[in-house]
């Protein structure tokens, strides 16, 4: 059985497809694929079908991250059957995933930043911002990502995490 794992942002074209490829080159590398599934979506529907955002995809292509195969969706309620981690890039969207939430669901649903060693608890919105918010969404990123799966290796019985 498969762990799931959902980021989600305001449009899914900026923050959860960065949290998205980022977590699944993490997961990829730990030969973990076949036990963790990843996917992204938005609370907005807006830019459903769209690739990730320009800047995105090239501050991400820098760092080795390819985006550029996913597309925008928006969550729905199946998401809450499918994935047992859905993780919210902020608490705007985690609000509105709370209104989402079924009674029945056991899963984790919580800020994304709660698995990094950051004082920070929400990844901010570069959409309206420079290269450098890119950046820094990447970075914050990139420590809770490794969080997040020493959390799912621990809590699931996985193998550790390669040093």
Do not use: K
Not at 11 to 18: K, L, V
Not at 19 to 24: L, M, S, T
Not at 34 to 40: F, G, L, N
Not at 121 to 131: K, L, S
């Amino acid at each position: 059985m498969s762990v799931g794992v959902l980021f989600v942002c305001l449009g899914n074209i900026c923050r959860s497809p960065t949290a998205h490829g980022v977590f699944q080159r993490l997961v990829d590398a730990n030969g973990l694929s076949d036990a963790i599934v990843i996917d992204s979506a938005g609370t907005g529907d807006w830019h459903i079908g769209r690739a990730p955002d320009a800047r995105t995809c090239a501050a991400a292509q820098q760092r080795g991250y390819d985006l550029c195969e996913l597309r925008a969706r928006q969550v729905t309620s199946a998401d809450f059957q499918r994935f047992d981690y859905i993780l919210a890039m902020d608490s705007q969207n985690l609000r509105a995933l709370q209104r989402l939430r079924p009674h029945d669901y056991r899963g984790e649903l919580a800020l994304f930043l709660n698995y990094g060693q950051t004082d920070e608890r929400e990844v901010p919105d570069p959409y309206h911002g420079d290269a450098n918010d890119f950046e820094r969404v990447l970075d914050l990123i990139e420590a809770a990502a490794a969080g997040l799966l020493q959390t799912i290796q621990s809590r699931h019985s996985l193998p550790q995490l390669r040093r």
